[in-house]
Nanobody, 125 residues
């Protein structure tokens, strides 16, 4: 069982930055590929970024490439999402998720075993 708790969301002006954190419980964090997803009102949950459990390969949605960076610290059981050059269309609830020993298909919500409760990010124009 893995519990995930996101933090770091808030209100920011367009062009600003935020760093989201996702703290995981359990002793096997390093065995989980980690992903970030977001869901805006009235829209489906969409993939943002993911990092394989091996920590080498990362994936990004086209809409965030060059602006967002996913990183993990296995010693702290934490995954981060650094978000720069934020746009109003980035406004959403952001969720982190964990997928046990997965290397592929990390863009799909169905690949993940555990989810956090979400943190709100609001970007004003």
């Amino acid at each position: 069982q893995v519990q995930l708790v996101e933090s770091g969301g808030g209100l920011v002006q367009a062009g600003g930055s935020l760093r989201l954190s996702c703290a995981a419980s359990g002793r096997t964090f390093s065995s989980y590929s980690m992903g970030w997803f977001r869901q805006a009102p009235g829209k489906e949950r969409e993939f943002v970024a993911a990092k394989r459990w091996s920590g080498v390969i990362t994936y990004y949605a086209d809409s965030v490439k060059g602006r967002f960076t996913i990183a993990r610290d296995n010693a702290k059981n934490t995954v981060y999402l650094q978000m720069n050059s934020l746009k109003p269309e980035d406004t959403a609830v952001y969720y982190c998720a964990a997928s046990y020993l997965s290397n592929y298909g990390l863009e799909s919500t169905g690949k993940y075993d555990y989810w956090g409760q979400g943190t709100q990010v609001t970007v004003s124009s």
